[in-house]
Each structure stands twice: as structure tokens, then as C-alpha cells.
């Protein structure tokens, strides 16, 4: 069968290997936290990292995130909503303890 005898397509053509559907995370301040913790939690082994299915340490990239999310925090003190100022002292708490227990500085 050639192109020409191929069924219609219909909507856009599709390249090889293109998902169906992209995600696109909602426009709201959780995502961009979200772009700082997830890779933190890779980084400290907490999760697998998707790119390569395998968990590995790397704490100072870790601790690079903790304190980019700490900044965030400091520099948008007082502009946050409620829940939005919960959601980044919870993540970071977590973050933080996380990071102690990994370098040893807590045990528990």
C-alpha cells in the first residue's frame, strides 16, 4: 500500500514516536514547585529518575534545588495564598529532612 492508497488522516500528522497527548501542567504557582522538587526527590534517590528507570544520589544537585526553592520562598514572601505558601513550606520540610537523613546530619 503507497501513501496514496493510505486511509485519510485526520488532525495533524503524528511524527514517529510522538505521544498522543502532550501534558501540559496547569499555569498555576505549584508547577513551577513542582519543577524544583521533583528533580530534588531524583536527586536524593527518593524516586527513579523516568529518563533512565534506575535511582541515584546526587546530593548537591540536590541541595542545589532546596536552596532554589528556598529562594523562591523568600522572594515571594507575603504575595502567596495559603495554600500555595503550605504546599512550598510542606515540600520543602520534606526536601530538607530528606537531605539531613541522606548526609547523615539526623538520624532517625
Do not use: C, W
Not at 527518593?46 to 534545588?65: F, V, W
Not at 522572594?75 to 547523615?104: I, M, P, W
Amino acid at each position: 500500500m503507497t501513501d496514496r492508497d493510505s486511509p485519510p488522516q485526520h488532525g495533524p500528522r503524528r511524527k514517529p514516536g510522538e505521544d498522543e497527548q502532550t501534558f501540559l501542567p496547569p499555569l498555576e504557582f505549584g508547577s513551577i514547585v513542582f519543577l524544583l522538587y521533583f528533580p530534588a526527590l531524583v536527586q536524593l534517590g527518593l524516586t527513579e529518575d523516568p529518563a533512565t528507570g534506575r535511582r541515584t544520589e546526587s546530593l548537591d544537585l540536590a541541595k542545589r534545588n532546596i536552596d532554589l526553592l528556598d529562594l523562591l520562598r523568600d522572594r515571594t514572601k507575603g504575595n502567596l495564598e495559603g495554600q500555595e505558601e503550605t504546599f512550598l513550606d510542606d515540600v520543602l520540610n520534606q526536601l530538607k529532612l530528606a537531605y539531613l537523613k541522606k548526609t547523615d546530619a539526623v538520624k532517625m
